[in-house]
T-cell receptor, first 110, second 114 residues
Framework: GQNIDQPTEMTATEGAIVQINCTYQ??????LFWYQQHAGEAPTFLSY????GLEEKGRFSSFLSRSKGYSYLLLKELQMKDSASYLC???????????FGRGTSLIVHP | ETGVTQSPTHLIKTRGQQVTLRCSSQ?????VSWYQQALGQGPQFIFQ???????GRGNFPPRFSGLQFPNYSSELNVNALELDDSALYLC?????????????FGEGSRLTVL
């Protein structure tokens, strides 16, 4: 089976940096996704890592260590609109079917 | 480019009834996945269809069934509804082979079972 673990909730201050960690155990690993989901809305794609290292995309960066089964999402210059649930998902098998974690609810306060 | 659309957006059913949820995939996508998301939880994989064939299934009982049509739209059917089936049902389309597996989600169908 597959297991995805991430913190349930985090809080941070507007303008700060926050790191959301995710650990995973899966067979036939095919990459690690991060999705953002605002309350009452559909998840939207943030990043995909399949090789070790850091991928930077504007204010958001995602890191992967395959040997450690570990990823993090780094959000810089936090804005109030970044308050959302952040979903870590590990893909496995030939079909790239992602298994999602419970999500980390990030609350950004002034 | 047309995004993923789902219908209905909200519906209420009673225990024991049957429900059909519909999904139109994004233009050019041949793969549709269905997820169940309970309140405060991450999406749980139900099944995936690739070119009208079931391509993978999660840990859901047989009363959850699906179809994919030649135009790649899809249906999720749930028979003998139970109270625990109350959830947001998300459809996501993607490019099958050759893609990274990035999912494009619809807004979901919120099902309440009384």
């Amino acid at each position: 089976g597959q297991n995805i673990d991430q913190p349930t909730e985090m809080t941070a201050t507007e303008g700060a940096i926050v790191q959301i960690n995710c650990t995973y155990q899966t067979s036939g690993f095919n990459g690690l996704f991060w999705y953002q989901q605002h309350a009452g809305e559909a998840p939207t794609f943030l990043s995909y890592n399949v090789l070790d290292g850091l991928e930077e995309k504007g204010r958001f960066s995602s890191f992967l260590s395959r040997s450690k089964g570990y990823s993090y999402l780094l959000l810089k210059e936090l804005q109030m609109k970044d308050s959302a649930s952040y979903l870590c998902a590990a893909a496995s098998g030939g079909s790239y079917i992602p298994t999602f974690g419970r999500g980390t609810s990030l609350i950004v306060h002034p | 480019e047309t995004g993923v659309t789902q219908s209905p957006t909200h519906l209420i059913k009673t225990r024991g009834q049957q429900v059909t949820l519909r999904c139109s995939s994004q233009s050019g996508h041949n793969t549709v996945s269905w997820y169940q998301q309970a309140l405060g939880q991450g999406p749980q994989f139900i099944f995936q269809y690739y070119r009208e064939e079931e391509n993978g299934r999660g840990n859901f009982p047989p009363r959850f069934s699906g179809l994919q049509f030649p135009n790649y739209s899809s249906e999720l059917n749930v028979n003998a509804l139970e109270l625990d089936d109350s959830a947001l049902y998300l459809c996501a389309s993607s490019l099958g082979q050759g893609g990274t597996g990035e999912l494009f989600f619809g807004e979901g169908s919120r099902l309440t079972v009384l």
